[in-house]
């Protein structure tokens, strides 16, 4: 058979705005709707048979105006140019894309499985059969079922079958259609093409491909690493997938060794340098804007108790660029040590003997029931915090996890670790 491209994209949330952007960089093509044009008209400059989006086009009903302008209008485009559009419903807009497409009403849309009933469309070229479209949609918000549990469409041997769904891979205990990897294998399809995930990638490499596109925009700092839609190739033996990068944000996180930086200033420097190599050297920067990572500081210096009190003067002033590439870093956690000889200052009494054996059980996973006890007291505390009604917008904003011990542990390090620096250095200042 003849080979057919398809451009793909998932998520695009059209109504929402990526976040943590400062306002000197902001701007229309940060939105999701700018980067959809983008992939319209990648797609009709690659001539592609036909564009997937696998749900949650739009984010909320009282965005549905928003979304609807944007989306009509790139449907318009892409009908223009004879490619036809295929698209499942989300957890997201299960309740108005539907709608949406109905009010469209442009022949060449394919919304599939309407209703959370499978469903076939075959893409034609040179007057045969080229490719079958079986998709599947949200019919609710919610749902704790697999989609694969009504899977009936029959097997087509001699046309690929490509899988377009909204699902949660390997999640058992989602509410938004878990499936598993071995259910997806056993539906004769040439491969998958998920949504729901933002982060883009193949999840299963092996027969059949299961990719997640992800969101064409990285819309917040968990989604990290380069976006863009995927150009999916079929033949009648295989298929094969090319991430585009078209996204104009970009969030990272990105590990920077500061040993030996004896001040603020040669911390910056270093951090500075890191992060322009960091762009120039690991990021395709075709469609790029704005580049915006998470930096962690290691390493021992002199500089440790500086930077724990002053790392946010480095966030606000450590704006720099890399060719048309703004960076501008999200956030800085200090993960340095100071330049103290633990074993030395343990040798003793007091505080500062006490907070350097603490840091040494700590580095070493020591299990001393007093160390055990401080750990335990953080990660009970992190975890109050964390369920407070106060932060209920930021955890269904943000999708912030509960507090592991392992964080209670590193808090305590950086605590410990500021308090013994600063006893020493009140030590010092007396003598």
Sequence with gaps: MEMVEVLCTGDLHLGRHPTRIPDRLDGPSMSPRSVWQDVVREAIDRKVDAVVLTGDVADRENRYFEAYGAFEAGVIDLDDAGIPVVAVAGNHDSEFLPRMIDDIDVDSLHLL????TWERWTLQKGGAAAVHFDGWSFDRPHISSSPMDGYDLPEAPDVPQVGVLHADLNSPRSEYAPVTSSELKDVPVSGWLLGHIH?????????????YPGSPQALDPGEQGVHGPWLVSVSSDK????????????????????TDAEDLQAVGSKISTALQKHVQEDLETRKLAAFLPRVRLTG?????TELVEESQTLVEQ??????S??????????DTHPDIDLEAVADGEGPVSYLADLLIALENGGSDGQYNQAVDEAHEAMQRAHSASAYDLLRREADVGQPRREDAVKAVEQEA???????LQQKEDQL
């Design 113 to 116: 499985g309407k209703g959370g």
């Design 199 to 211: 982060v883009p990638g193949v999840r299963i490499e092996s027969d059949p491909l299961t990719l």
């Design 239 to 258: 298929i094969d997938a090319e991430q585009l990068p078209l996204g104009t944000v970009c969030y990272d996180e990105i590990q920077v060794d500061v």
């Design 300 to 304: 021992r210096t002199p500089a440790h």
């Design 318 to 323: 450590l704006a720099t660029k890399q060719g």
């Design 325 to 334: 590439v703004n960076i501008q870093i999200e956030s800085i956690t200090v």
């Design 417 to 423: 670790r500021v308090l013994l620096d600063t006893l």
